[in-house]
C-alpha cells in the first residue's frame, strides 16, 4: 500500500482554509474598493505603494503557483537541473533594475506601450505594444489557470472545472472592485505566507538532517536512483544551447512581462521604483536558495511505494507532500494541517497571481486599446472601460481553459509567455528608452519579427513537433530564446536603419532627461503617498523659500 | 482628485546639454553598461559549464555540495550584490539629477520628485 495520500480525494480541512483565505482576500477587496475611484486608483493604487510593498509584491506576482511548486518539483525529479530556471529568474531582475525600473516609472503612466510609444508615433506603436502585452498576460493567465485547477483538483478534490470557475469569478471580484490596490495587498499577503512556508519547511528538513546540507544532499542522491549525477548538471536540460537558451529567455523575458513592468507605476517615484527591484532581490533569492533545501528535501525523505507517482509527472506535489511528511504523514493531524495550511499558501498563489495578470489585460484593453487607439485619446471613463475588459477577460480566460483541459502541458504556455516578452517585448521597449534612432518602423519590425520568430522555434520545439511532447523535433530549445532575442533587436535595427521616419511625437531628449532625472513624471496623488515620504515632503516644503 | 497644476514648458533640448546632465547620463551608461556585463557574462558562463562539463560542475567541492550548486549559490551572491552595487550609484546620480535640473533653472521638488 502506497504511504502518500491519493491525490484528488476530497479534502475538507484543506476546502476550509481555502475558504478562510478567500474571506480574508474579500476583506482587503472591500477595503480597497473604498479607496478606488479615480483611473490613476484603479490602475495604479494612486501611485501610493512603498517600494518595499511594492518589491514584496512583485515577488509575489513572479512566484506563481509554477514557480514555487514547479521549481520544487522539477527539483524532486532532475535534481539539481531543477534549479537552473529559478536561478535564471533571480538574475533577471537586475536587468529589470539595471535597465527599466526607474526609466518606466519616469517615462510611463499606465502600462508598457506608454512607454514604447512615448516618442513615436503613438497608435502604431501603441498597438504593437497592446498586441503583444495581451499576448503574453493572455498566455499566462491560461497556463496559470490551467495549473490552478489541476492544482486545486490534487490537493483538495474539487473538480477541475468548478476550481478553475472559482479563481475565475474571485479574480475578477477583487479587480472590478479593488483595482490595483487590492490585487498589490493580495499578492502582499500571499507573498508572505509563501516566505514563512518556505522557511518553516527549509529548517524542518535541515533539522531532519542534524543541519547537514551533506548529509541531505547524499540521502537525496541515494534516493533519487541516479547517485551523485543528482547533484549535478545534465538530467533535464541535456545539451549546453538548451541549459544557456533556458537561462537567456528566463533573464531577458522577466525584463518584458507586462504585469511585472505595470507594478512600477504604482509608486511615487522612481527612487521608489528602484527600491522595489531591490526588495524583490531580496525576496526571490531567499526564496531561490530555500528552494533547494526543499527540492532535496522532499527526494529525501519522500521514500517509499508510490513516492514517485503521488507528486505527479510534473512534480508539482513534492512541495505539498513534503509539508504532510513533515507534519507527520498522511493520517495524521499534524499532516493533514499541514498539507491544508501548504494547500492554502497555493491557492491564494494562483488568485493573486491571475488578479494581476487580468489587470494588467484590462489595462492594456481600456487604456492602451479603447482610449488611445479607438477613441483618440478622448475623455472618457476608463476605469468603467477597465472593469468592462475585466469582467470579458476572465470570461475568455476561464472558457479557453476549460477548452484545453487540465491535461494541457502548461510548460509549452510558460514558455511562448517568456519567449513573446523576450523576443518581443523587451528589445522595442530597450532601444525605445536607450537608442536615439530608434523610430516606430523599428519597433514595428522588431516586434513582429520577434513574434513570428518565437512562434515558428516554438513549432518546432520538443513539446510540440511533430505532436504533442513527441521524439524528433526540429530543434531541441523548449526556451528557444538563444535564436529569437537576437531576432527581435535585428528586426528593430534593421527597420530603424531602412527606415526615413521622422515623425516623432516627442524628441529623444525629452524622454532621455525625464527618464534619469524623474522631471515631469506622473505624481503621486498626494492622499496615498507612503505616511513616512508624507511626513518628509511636509518637513521639506516648511523649509523650501517661499 | 484634485486637478494638478498646468504643465510649464521643459526646454529638454537644453536640459539634455547641460555639463551637469551629460555627466550624469556618462555615469549611468557606463555603471549600467559594466554592470549588465557582468550578469550577462556571469550567466552564459555558468550556464555554459552546466551545459559543456556537468560531470566536472557534478564533482564534489565542499562536503557533498558540488560545483554547480557552489556556482549556482554564487550567481544568487552577485546577484544580491549587484542590487546593493546599484542602489548606493543611484543616491549619487539623485544627487547628480537635482544638480542637473538646478542648473537648468528647474525647481526641485521635496522627497525627490519633481513636479511639472
Known amino acids: 500500500m502506497s504511504v502518500f495520500a491519493v491525490t484528488g480525494e476530497f479534502n475538507g480541512l484543506a476546502v476550509a482554509i481555502f475558504a478562510v483565505v478567500l474571506a480574508i482576500t474579500l476583506l482587503i477587496t472591500r477595503w480597497a474598493a473604498t479607496r478606488t475611484k479615480t483611473t490613476t486608483e484603479f490602475y495604479t493604487a494612486g501611485r501610493g505603494i512603498s517600494g518595499r510593498k511594492n518589491g514584496l509584491a512583485i515577488a509575489g506576482d513572479y512566484l506563481s503557483a509554477s514557480t514555487f511548486l514547479g521549481y520544487a518539483g522539477l527539483m524532486f525529479l532532475f535534481g539539481f537541473d531543477g534549479w537552473v530556471i529559478g ?10 533594475l539595471y535597465l527599466l525600473a526607474e526609466r518606466m516609472r519616469n517615462a510611463g503612466k499606465f502600462t508598457l ?28 493567465l491560461i497556463a496559470q489557470l490551467v495549473g490552478a485547477g489541476a492544482l486545486l483538483q490534487a490537493l483538495a478534490g474539487i473538480d477541475f472545472a468548478i476550481a478553475v470557475v472559482i479563481c475565475g469569478v474571485f479574480m475578477t471580484v477583487y479587480i472590478v472592485f479593488g483595482g490595483m490596490l487590492a490585487t498589490t495587498w493580495i499578492q502582499i499577503v500571499k507573498a508572505a505566507m509563501l516566505m514563512i512556508a518556505g522557511v518553516v519547511i527549509s529548517i524542518w528538513v535541515l ?36 541549459v544557456i537558451s533556458t537561462g537567456l529567455t528566463i533573464f531577458f523575458g522577466t525584463a518584458g512581462l507586462p504585469h511585472i513592468l505595470m507594478r512600477f507605476f504604482t509608486v511615487p517615484d522612481g527612487k521608489a521604483a528602484r527600491q522595489s527591484v531591490v526588495w524583490t532581490i531580496g525576496f526571490i533569492g531567499v526564496f531561490t536558495l530555500l528552494v533547494t533545501l526543499i527540492g532535496f528535501g522532499a527526494r529525501a525523505l519522500l521514500v517509499g511505494d508510490g513516492a514517485t507517482e503521488a507528486v505527479g509527472k510534473g512534480g508539482n506535489l513534492a512541495a505539498p507532500l513534503l509539508a504532510q511528511f513533515l507534519g507527520g504523514g498522511e493520517g495524521s493531524v499534524g499532516g493533514d494541517v499541514a498539507l491544508a495550511l501548504f494547500s492554502a499558501a497555493a491557492f491564494a498563489t494562483i488568485l493573486a497571481v491571475v488578479s494581476g495578470l487580468v489587470l494588467a489585460s484590462a489595462s492594456t484593453v481600456a487604456h492602451d486599446v479603447y482610449a488611445n487607439v479607438i477613441r483618440n485619446g478622448d475623455d472618457i471613463d476608463e476605469t468603467r472601460v477597465a472593469r468592462i475588459a475585466s469582467i470579458s477577460i476572465a470570461v475568455f480566460a476561464i472558457v479557453a481553459t476549460l477548452l484545453v483541459g487540465s491535461g494541457f502541458n502548461v510548460t509549452v504556455l510558460v514558455s511562448m509567455a517568456f519567449v513573446f516578452a523576450a523576443s518581443a517585448n ?17 519597433a514595428l519590425t522588431g516586434v513582429a519579427l520577434g513574434v513570428i520568430a518565437s512562434v515558428v522555434m516554438i513549432v518546432l520545439s520538443p513539446p510540440v513537433w511533430p505532436g504533442p511532447d513527441s521524439q524528433g523535433s526540429p530543434s531541441s530549445l523548449t526556451f528557444p ?25 516627442r524628441t529623444y531628449d525629452e524622454l532621455l532627461v525625464r527618464s534619469e532625472t524623474g522631471l515631469g513624471s506622473e505624481g503621486a496623488d498626494p492622499r496615498r503617498a507612503p505616511r513616512r515620504r508624507r511626513a518628509a515632503a511636509a518637513a521639506a516644503a516648511t523649509m523650501l523659500p517661499k | 482628485m484634485k486637478e494638478r497644476p498646468a504643465e510649464r514648458p521643459h526646454d529638454w533640448q537644453q536640459l539634455a546639454r547641460t555639463p551637469e546632465f551629460l555627466r550624469l547620463h556618462r555615469s549611468r551608461r557606463r555603471f549600467t553598461l559594466t554592470g549588465m556585463a557582468i550578469q550577462t557574462v556571469a550567466l552564459v558562463v555558468v550556464m555554459g559549464l552546466y551545459g559543456w562539463a556537468p560531470d566536472a560542475m557534478g564533482e564534489p567541492a565542499i562536503g557533498s555540495i558540488t560545483w554547480a550548486l557552489l556556482s549556482g549559490a554564487g550567481l544568487v551572491i552577485l546577484t544580491f550584490g549587484m542590487a546593493i552595487a546599484y542602489s548606493r550609484k543611484a543616491r549619487q546620480w539623485e544627487e547628480m539629477a537635482a544638480a542637473a535640473l538646478e542648473h537648468a533653472g528647474e525647481r526641485v521638488e521635496p522627497a525627490g520628485r519633481f513636479q511639472r
Open chain 1, 207 to 242: 533539522a531532519k538532517f542534524n543541519f547537514s546540507p551533506s548529509q541531505l544532499l547524499d540521502k537525496a542522491a541515494t534516493e533519487s536512483g541516479k547517485g551523485e549525477k543528482f547533484l549535478g548538471p545534465g538530467l533535464y536540460l541535456t545539451t549546453p544551447a538548451l
Open chain 1, 87 to 96: 536561478l535564471a529568474a533571480c538574475m533577471s531582475f537586475i536587468v529589470v
Open chain 1, 481 to 505: 530564446g538563444l535564436v529569437t532575442i537576437p531576432i527581435g533587436f535585428l528586426g528593430c535595427w534593421l527597420g530603424t536603419m531602412l527606415s526615413s521616419a521622422t515623425e516623432e511625437k
Open chain 1, 426 to 442: 523587451f528589445p522595442a521597449l530597450l532601444l525605445a528608452l536607450t537608442w536615439r534612432r530608434f523610430n516606430t518602423t523599428g
Open chain 1, 113 to 140: 506601450a506608454d512607454v514604447l510609444s512615448y516618442r513615436l508615433k503613438e497608435k502604431p506603436a501603441r498597438a504593437a505594444a497592446a498586441s503583444t502585452s495581451l499576448l503574453v498576460t493572455g498566455i499566462y
